[in-house]
């Protein structure tokens, strides 16, 4: 497929998940995900509102998944939390 020149290559979440793994970006993702890290991880790229869609330019999406640290399955209930008071001593 030819490199596009211009402006933005918007795609949806979901056509943005087939794409990355398609591309072997990353091994497997869902809509859902990628609408969970939008919302979560402020280096997301920006995001569009299209009707009832969302949609990201596939041109800064793709390098921000390339670099992106996978997380699977990782526990976050077992990382200990800072203290309410500031002083370092969390709870496991």
Same mark, same amino acid.
């Given at each position: 497929m030819a490199e596009a020149e211009g402006g933005p290559e918007m795609v949806s979440f979901r056509e943005l998940a087939r794409r990355l793994v398609a591309d072997g970006v990353v091994p497997? *993702?869902?809509?859902? =995900? *990628?609408s969970k890290i939008a919302e979560?991880? %402020?280096?997301?790229? %920006? #995001? #569009?509102? #299209?009707? =009832?869609?969302?949609? #990201?330019d596939y041109r800064a999406a793709r390098p921000y998944f390339a670099s992106r640290k996978s997380r699977q399955g990782e526990r976050t209930d077992l990382k200990s939390r800072p203290a309410a008071d500031g002083s370092g001593a969390g709870q496991p």
């Open positions: 497997s *993702i869902t809509h859902q =995900r *990628i979560t991880d %402020p280096d997301f790229p %920006p #995001v #569009v509102p #299209v009707g =009832r869609s969302k949609a #990201v």
